[in-house]
């Protein structure tokens, strides 16, 4: 048995409300579906990968609704999304709409943005990838998709108060924010549209005292301030920054939450890895995370991927799917180092 059923009912009757109606699950999952080149995803998707089952299992046991995956490489004609869709109906459940488009992640810039000397190199695309679309976004609902508001194209100077580090000026002209994607996708529940903003941003490490991929980080998160929608929202996405922990630049994030609600997602698996290793010494609530990056260097476990409704949304649950043992630790440690996340929201 699934996550779902249980989980709904028991947050229901503990709220004393009757069972009606089953709550909107949204969910943000990187699976890890990415390839060292163009079309390998797709070949992995048409034969037996056991990585691929272990994400097919945990989005089976969490069943969203609305489910954005990061970390998923983009093709031009969607084969590689279509493909995975197939399988996850094939494995009891079946999303009827998807949404993907190219991403900044391996686009060439023709430029030297990471300023070390070398043209072409995965740092010099619009944002890090050795071909066009690795490691890009893609949306799979039971519900309508659109339409989506794709900010692909906003150049990073033209972010107020940006934290853009000084360079040559064919740079800045050319720098695009998103390293991957900002969508507002509305998708329409029970005849009402809810915006899901979605995004996955640099990992605020790889660089050097210039701090160029915290800083863009800082701002890809600082672009929502700007950009809220007039409309009931959820910020979803892989946004590569801890509150607490790690590296990265937490302020963009604090303003954020401001306009949101954070459920505070748990998991007993996180709990207990947050006793070994560097985690120990982390200052965050360990069953917060979300990723899992083992050992005694840092990072550790860390907090990098979020659901956060709007204010005015009310929150019947949420949880991070990491079991502490058996089978289904298993399976999500063999899925990705990162865990699926969920929300559930009340919806009219």
């Known amino acids: 048995m699934g996550l779902r059923p249980l989980a709904g009912a028991a947050i229901l009757a503990a709220l004393g409300l009757s069972a009606q109606a089953d709550p909107l699950r949204i969910a943000t999952f990187s699976p890890d579906l990415s390839r060292d080149g163009p079309g390998l995803l797709l070949r992995d998707l048409r034969r037996e990968d056991s990585q691929i089952d272990a994400v097919i299992r945990v989005?089976?046991?969490?069943?969203?609704?609305?489910?954005?995956?990061?970390?998923?490489?983009?093709?031009?004609?969607?084969?590689?999304?279509?493909?995975?869709?197939?399988?996850?109906?094939?494995?009891?459940?079946?999303?009827?709409?998807?949404?993907s488009t190219r991403p900044n992640a391996g686009v060439p810039s023709g430029l030297d943005?990471?300023?070390?000397?070398?043209?072409?190199?995965?740092?010099?695309?619009?944002?890090?990838?050795?071909?066009?679309?690795?490691?890009?976004?893609?949306?799979?609902?039971?519900?309508?998709?659109?339409?989506?508001?794709?900010?692909?194209?906003?150049l990073w100077r033209d972010l107020p108060g940006n934290l853009?580090?000084?360079?040559?000026?064919?740079?800045?002209e050319s720098q695009r924010l998103s390293s991957v994607a900002h969508w507002d996708a509305t998708i329409t529940v029970a005849g009402k549209p809810l915006h899901l903003l979605a995004m996955s941003a640099s990992p605020p490490v790889f660089d050097g005292p210039e701090d160029r991929n915290g800083r863009r980080n800082h701002d890809e998160l600082a672009f929502w301030l700007n950009n809220l929608p007039d409309g009931t929202f959820v910020l979803a996405?892989?946004?590569?920054?801890?509150?607490?922990?790690?590296d990265g630049r937490p302020?963009?994030?604090?303003?954020?939450?401001?306009?949101l609600r954070d459920p505070e997602p748990q998991s007993a698996g996180g709990e207990k890895a947050g006793t070994l290793g560097?985690?120990?010494?982390?200052?965050?609530?360990?069953?917060?995370?979300?990723?899992?990056?083992?050992?005694?260097?840092?990072?550790?476990?860390?907090?990098?991927?979020?659901?956060?409704?709007?204010?005015?949304?009310?929150?019947?649950?949420?949880?991070?799917?990491?079991?502490?043992?058996?089978?289904?630790?298993?399976?999500?440690?063999?899925?990705?180092?990162?865990?699926?996340?969920?929300?559930d929201i009340d919806w009219p």
């Open 113 to 154: 943005l990471n300023q070390d000397g070398r043209l072409g190199t995965a740092n010099d695309r619009q944002g890090f990838g050795r071909f066009t679309g690795q490691g890009g976004m893609a949306i799979l609902s039971h519900h309508p998709i659109g339409p989506v508001r794709d900010y692909a194209t906003t």
């Open 251 to 259: 302020e963009a994030l604090a303003r954020i939450m401001q306009h």
């Open 237 to 246: 996405g892989k946004l590569n920054v801890d509150p607490a922990d790690g």
């Open 278 to 343: 560097i985690n120990a010494s982390h200052k965050g609530n360990a069953a917060l995370d979300t990723a899992h990056w083992p050992g005694d260097r840092p990072p550790g476990n860390l907090r990098v991927d979020y659901v956060l409704p709007a204010r005015e949304l009310t929150i019947l649950g949420a949880g991070v799917f990491w079991p502490e043992a058996g089978e289904l630790a298993e399976i999500a440690l063999e899925a990705s180092s990162h865990r699926l996340v969920w929300v």
């Open 59 to 99: 989005i089976l046991e969490s069943r969203p609704d609305i489910l954005l995956l990061t970390g998923f490489d983009w093709d031009h004609d969607a084969l590689a999304l279509t493909a995975f869709r197939d399988r996850l109906a094939k494995s009891g459940i079946d999303y009827a709409h998807q949404f």
């Open 164 to 172: 853009m580090p000084p360079g040559p000026a064919e740079i800045a």
